[in-house]
Structure formats: structure tokens, C-alpha cells
């Protein structure tokens, strides 16, 4: 399996690697990604990026665009990823009024791939100012917090977010089976 993690300038970056420990993968600055990953892996993971806000588009996110729309196999995006996977699928962001930071109860909404073996409540470690309060038709809540939206996934591509960091782990997070889940599936 060919493993590609685009940094989107995360701060998170070293419990990412962490979480990542047992696999091979490659790791690419957000503005060198080029059309041909598409044929050179197999799955893909989005990282967070603390210093870009989503609700100012600008071109900064052309090329994850071009991924979250084009590559057909298993994608995850994490925090920034996660809400630019909601914002070109139709789902409503907003920014909170205050940051969230630090360990957040989640609850499951419904069953699937990534969460097998996850209790139906557990906690993650957030570190975000915007939330998903409502996504279109082609996304399906799978968790959701006091916040909003934290876990969804494509209705018909092999595609997750999570709006929380699954890479850091705190005492409490469930962050390294959810991406071992999403590493395993096979489509």
C-alpha cells in the first residue's frame, strides 16, 4: 500500500508521524502536490493546518480541491481537511465563538468502517475555531459533538473526515484504531 499524507502546515505533524509509526508512507507539502498521485497511491490523508481558516477561500486550497474531487481511492482529511471535504460537498460551516481546544466527548450516530470497535461515546482531542453544524446530500454524519459534525464520510466514495485531531493521543482518545481502520480498509 502507497500512503500519501499532504501537510496542510499542521502543528500536528509529529503525533501524526506518531500515529503512523507502523506503516510507510510519503509526505508532501500542500503546495507540491501534483496530478500524479492519483496513480502513485492508494490511500491519502489530509492533514489539519492551523494557520488557514476554510471560511476565507482563497487559492491555497486549489490543490486539495483537486484531490477531495478527483482521487478515487480511500481519503481521509483531519481538522482542515475535514472541513474542506464539507465545503465541497455542500455542508454549512461556522466559525465558534470561542476555539475549541482540548479533550471533547463525541457520540456515534451510526455504524461504519472507520469506527469498528469504537464505543459508542469517547473523547478526542479538538483544536479548531469553525464546526459543521449541517452537511448536503452526498455526506453522512457518523459522530457528532456539543460542537457539531466531528466524523463523516462520503455517500458513495471512500471518503472520511473527522473534525478532531485522531493523531494526538490523549489518555482518553480513540485517534490510532479510527486511523488504523481507515489504513486496513480495503475497497
Not at 474542506?84 to 451510526?110: D, P, R, S, V
Request: with cysteine.
Amino acid at each position: 500500500m502507497n500512503l500519501l499524507v499532504v501537510n496542510n502546515l499542521t502543528v500536528e505533524l509529529p503525533e501524526l508521524d506518531k500515529a503512523l509509526a507502523d506503516y510507510s508512507y510519503d509526505l508532501i507539502d500542500s503546495r507540491e502536490i501534483s496530478k500524479s498521485i492519483f496513480d502513485k497511491y492508494d490511500k491519502i490523508i489530509l492533514s489539519g493546518g492551523h494557520i488557514f481558516n476554510v471560511l476565507h477561500p482563497n487559492l491555497t486550497f486549489q490543490n486539495e480541491a483537486k484531490i477531495i474531487k478527483g482521487f478515487k481511492k480511500p481519503l481521509l482529511g483531519i481538522c482542515l481537511g475535514f472541513q474542506l471535504i464539507c465545503i465541497i460537498y455542500g455542508a454549512g460551516i461556522e466559525q465558534l465563538k470561542e476555539y475549541e481546544y482540548g479533550m471533547l466527548k463525541i457520540n456515534k450516530i451510526q455504524e461504519d468502517i472507520v469506527l469498528q470497535g469504537i464505543p459508542d461515546s469517547f473523547y478526542v482531542f479538538e483544536n479548531h475555531h469553525n464546526s459543521v453544524k449541517s452537511v448536503g446530500k452526498n455526506l453522512i454524519p457518523l459522530a457528532v459533538s456539543k460542537q457539531g459534525i466531528e466524523i463523516v464520510r462520503h455517500a458513495s466514495k471512500p471518503i472520511w473526515g473527522t473534525q478532531f485531531h485522531p493523531e494526538h493521543f490523549g489518555k482518553k482518545s480513540i485517534g490510532r484504531k479510527l486511523i488504523n481502520n481507515f489504513i486496513d480498509f480495503s475497497n
